[in-house]
Structure formats: C-alpha cells, structure tokens
C-alpha cells in the first residue's frame, strides 16, 4: 500500500537556525498538505500544494511539491521557540479523499 | 465559530467494555475522516465518509466501527476495546472542491484502557 516516509524523524535546532524536514511517498501523489501537530495538540492544517514543482511560502516557510509529485520539503528559515512541534506531511492519490499521513518529524527548537 | 467538536475529551473504559466517540461539525462538510493517533506516531486512518458513502481502510480492525447519521455528526463505535486500543482518536472534516479539500481536525479523544 502507499506508504509516506518523512525524514529526519527528530531534529534539534538552536534557534535561529534553520529546519527542513523531507516527504516522500511510494507513489505519485495528486495533492500533498502539510500540519502542525503542537504537544498535546491535534494536527493544524498549514499548506496544500497541487501543482507540479511548485512553492509556496508563508513568512518564514517555504514548502516545495517535486516535479514528479513523490516528495515535498518544508523548510523554516530562522526557528522560533514557537515553531516547536511535530511537523507532518499528508498526501492524496488521484480518485480517492483520503490522505496517507507521512511519519512526521518532531522539531525542537533550544533557546 | 464554525469547528469540529469532538466528545468526550477524556475516555476511561475498561477491557472489553464498548464505547462510543462523537464528532461533530459545523463547518457542513461532506467528508469526514476517523484518525487513530498513538503516542509519537503519525495519525492513521480508521475510515472515512463521502457523504454517506463509508470508506474503510484495509487494515481497520473488525472492533472498529462507525456512522454518520446525518451531515454534522459522526460516531466511533469500539465493540470490545482492548489494551492496544488506547490512542488519541482524531476526527477531520473537509469539503471536496476540485483539488482543494483542507482538512480541519477536532481536538481528539484520548481513550484510556483499563
């Protein structure tokens, strides 16, 4: 079945470093969204990206679908303690409404 | 505000004991999505709802159980719940508009099992 795999699965920053966290499915996707799941939260939607190649940002992320629509980036330039949490990816096959959610990479940021 | 409601917040069952989680929305979404979320994972889908059309996953235990009397509610029927079954129970609701169907997460159920 589709699988979703993120990498690094934990990071550690100092803040004011940057962050980038990697998806990749195991089949070519339709769409892909990004949420932010803080400690004891549920998932936050963040962004969706359809568009082959495309970026999107927002402030200081970045988020970028690849030209084959098998893997994404979010990227943070210059962590904040608030950016603290566990960042997920979920992707869509063509013909279903269901997302496969990626393993997520939980970021902490250190003062 | 317009949200999904989850309810309860806190579940305490014992082994074996059926229980029922709820969600709702007032977003009037036609899909809604049933999550299981364990410690440090990722959330995994129970099954979902196309309007009334339900979905369910491959590898979704027989236990596990749902409906969707109308548009704004959706129930999670666990028939005998075991030690494996404690989780944080995410509902999501979205609407299909083309590509675009961002979607928006109730708070969870935490579900204890004694």
């Known amino acids: 079945g589709q699988q979703v795999m993120q990498i690094p699965q934990y990071q550690h920053v100092q803040e004011g470093e940057d962050f980038t966290t990697y998806c990749n499915s195991s089949t070519t996707l339709s769409n892909i969204q990004w949420y932010k799941q803080r400690p004891g939260g549920h998932p936050v939607f963040l962004i969706q990206l359809v568009k082959s190649g495309e970026v999107k940002k927002q402030k200081r992320l970045t988020f970028q679908f690849g030209e084959a629509k098998k893997n994404s980036s979010l990227h943070i330039t210059a962590t904040q303690t608030t950016d603290v949490g566990t960042y997920f990816c979920?992707?869509?096959?063509?013909?279903?409404?269901?997302?496969?959610f990626g393993t997520g990479t939980r970021l902490k940021v250190l003062a | 505000d317009a949200m999904v409601i989850q309810n309860p917040r806190y579940q305490v069952t014992q082994f074996g004991k059926p229980v029922t989680l709820s969600c709702s929305q007032t977003l009037n979404h036609n899909v809604m999505y049933w999550y299981q979320q364990k410690s440090s994972q990722a959330p995994k889908l129970l099954f979902h709802y196309y309007d009334k059309d339900f979905n369910n996953e491959a590898d979704t235990p027989d236990n596990f159980q749902s409906r969707r009397p109308n548009t704004s509610f959706c129930f999670l029927d666990i028939r005998s719940p075991g030690l494996g079954d404690a989780a944080m129970y995410l509902c999501a609701t979205s609407r299909t508009r083309g590509l675009t169907d961002t979607q928006y997460f109730g708070p969870g159920t935490r579900l204890t099992v004694l």
């Open positions: 979920a992707g869509k096959t063509s013909g279903t409404y269901k997302y496969i």
